[in-house]
C-alpha cells in the first residue's frame, strides 16, 4: 500500500519508518531542520529493541511530491489540524483513508469538514516517542499499538488490508468498529497524565511512585470520564483501574508531549486536551476544576511560545 505520513514526530515518524522499513510505499512531510536532515541522512529510529535508518528517496515538504495515496497517517499537533488538512487534496482519491492519529476528541470532525474526497477514519497511539535530533526519533518502553476504525464502525476489506499490512510491519495494531470508544479510552488517559506532567515536571513513573500525585492523575481522569458518560460514550467500569494496571508494567521514565513542548518552547495541545474538557464541561454543567487549573496555569505559556512563532516565517507542510 501507499502511505502518506503527514507529520513525521514521535507518532508519523516511529509508524510510518516501520512502515517503510517493511517494504511499504511511504512518503514523510515534514519541515524545518527535521525535514533537512531527513532529506540528506534519512529518517533515523532508535529504541531498546531495534535501530534502523529509512533512506531519504521519498522524504518531501510538500504533499503533492507523494501523489495519489491509499492511506494517510495525520499526525500533525492539534492546533494544525485545520492548516494540513487544507493541504490534503494532492494525495486523496476517492478512495483513500485518513487516519488521525492525534490527541484530542474532534480531529476526525474538522478534518471531515475540510476534505472534499476520501474518507476519514478514527484513530489513536499509544507510544512513548520523539524527535530526539533532528532526523531521529527515540521511542521508549511502554506500550506501543495502534487503534483504527471507520466512524460509521462500518468494517470493509479495505480497512482489514489496512490492518494486514500494518501486521506484517510489525506493528501492533486493532481495527475497531466501535471507534468513539477507543478515542474516548485514549483521551481521558492523556487528560490525566498530560497536563499533570507539564505542570510538575514529573515523569509518570514519579506521579505514579507518589500517592499525591497518582489520585490526582486519577482525579483528572474521572472528570473526563464524568463527561464521557454524560454523552453515554459506553465504557468499562473499571477503564482507569485497568490504565494504571498497564502503566505499573513499565518503568514510565518520560514525560507528555504536552511537557516537551512546554519546556522546549514550543505551541502545546493545551486547548485539545484540557481546554476541551473545560469546554464540554460548561456544556454539560459537569464541573471539572482540577482541568480548569491546569488549563489555566498552562494557556499563558502556549499564547506566548504561539506569540514567539509567528514572528518568524511560518512553513508549511505542503
Given at each position: 500500500m501507499k502511505f502518506l505520513v503527514l507529520g513525521a514526530g514521535g507518532i508519523g515518524g516511529y509508524f510510518g519508518a516501520k512502515l517503510a522499513n517493511a517494504g511499504e510505499d511511504v512518503w514523510f512531510i515534514a519541515r524545518g531542520k527535521h525535514l533537512e536532515t531527513m532529506k540528506l541522512r534519512g529518517l533515523k529510529v532508535r529504541s531498546a529493541q531495534e535501530s534502523f535508518?529509512?533512506?531519504?528517496?521519498?522524504?518531501?515538504?510538500?504533499?503533492?511530491?507523494?501523489?495519489?495515496?491509499?492511506?494517510?497517517?495525520?499526525?500533525?499537533?492539534?492546533y494544525d489540524t485545520e492548516n494540513a488538512a487544507q493541504q490534503l487534496a494532492p494525495a486523496?482519491?476517492?478512495?483513500?483513508?485518513?487516519?488521525?492519529?492525534?490527541?484530542?476528541?474532534?480531529?476526525?470532525?474538522?478534518?471531515?469538514?475540510?476534505?472534499?474526497?476520501?474518507?476519514?477514519?478514527?484513530?489513536?497511539?499509544?507510544?512513548?516517542?520523539?524527535i530526539t535530533a533532528p532526523g531521529e526519533i527515540t521511542r521508549y518502553e511502554g506500550p506501543t499499538k495502534i487503534v483504527f476504525g471507520p466512524l460509521d464502525n462500518t468494517l470493509t476489506d479495505q480497512s482489514r488490508r489496512m490492518l494486514e499490512t500494518f501486521t506484517k510491519a510489525?506493528?501492533?495494531?486493532?481495527?475497531?468498529?466501535?471507534?468513539?470508544?477507543?478515542?474516548?479510552?485514549?483521551?481521558i488517559f492523556i487528560s490525566g497524565a498530560a497536563g499533570v506532567t507539564a505542570l510538575t515536571r514529573l515523569t509518570l513513573g514519579e506521579l505514579l511512585a507518589h500517592p499525591e500525585t497518582r489520585k490526582l492523575s486519577r482525579d483528572i481522569?474521572?472528570?473526563?470520564?464524568?463527561?464521557?458518560?454524560?454523552?453515554?460514550?459506553?465504557?468499562?467500569?473499571?477503564?482507569?483501574?485497568?490504565?494504571?494496571?498497564?502503566?505499573?508494567?513499565?518503568?514510565?521514565?518520560?514525560?507528555?508531549?504536552?511537557?516537551?513542548?512546554?519546556?522546549?518552547?514550543?505551541?502545546?495541545?493545551?486547548?485539545?486536551?484540557?481546554?476541551?474538557?473545560?469546554?464540554?464541561?460548561?456544556?454539560?454543567?459537569?464541573?471539572?476544576?482540577?482541568?480548569?487549573?491546569?488549563?489555566?496555569?498552562?494557556?499563558?505559556?502556549?499564547?506566548?511560545?504561539?506569540?514567539?512563532?509567528?514572528?518568524?516565517?511560518?512553513?508549511?507542510?505542503?
Open positions: 535508518t529509512v533512506a531519504p528517496q521519498k522524504i518531501t515538504g510538500s504533499v503533492k511530491d507523494a501523489g495519489t495515496v491509499d492511506v494517510v497517517l495525520f499526525c500533525v499537533k492539534s486523496l482519491g476517492k478512495d483513500t483513508v485518513v487516519i488521525s492519529l492525534q490527541n484530542g476528541i474532534d480531529n476526525e470532525n474538522k478534518i471531515r469538514q475540510i476534505i472534499k474526497t476520501g474518507t476519514v477514519y478514527g484513530g489513536v497511539a499509544y507510544i512513548y516517542s520523539t510489525g506493528i501492533s495494531a486493532d481495527l475497531s468498529s466501535a471507534i468513539q470508544q477507543e478515542l474516548w479510552k485514549k483521551f481522569m474521572e472528570e473526563t470520564l464524568a463527561i464521557a458518560r454524560a454523552k453515554h460514550i459506553a465504557l468499562d467500569a473499571n477503564l482507569i483501574d485497568t490504565f494504571f494496571e498497564t502503566l505499573s508494567k513499565f518503568k514510565n521514565d518520560t514525560r507528555s508531549s504536552l511537557y516537551y513542548d512546554l519546556a522546549n518552547g514550543k505551541p502545546m495541545e493545551i486547548e485539545a486536551i484540557a481546554g476541551a474538557v473545560v469546554k464540554m464541561g460548561e456544556e454539560l454543567h459537569i464541573a471539572t476544576p482540577i482541568q480548569k487549573t491546569i488549563y489555566a496555569s498552562l494557556i499563558p505559556y502556549h499564547r506566548k511560545h504561539v506569540a514567539n512563532a509567528t514572528g518568524t516565517k511560518q512553513e508549511r507542510l505542503g
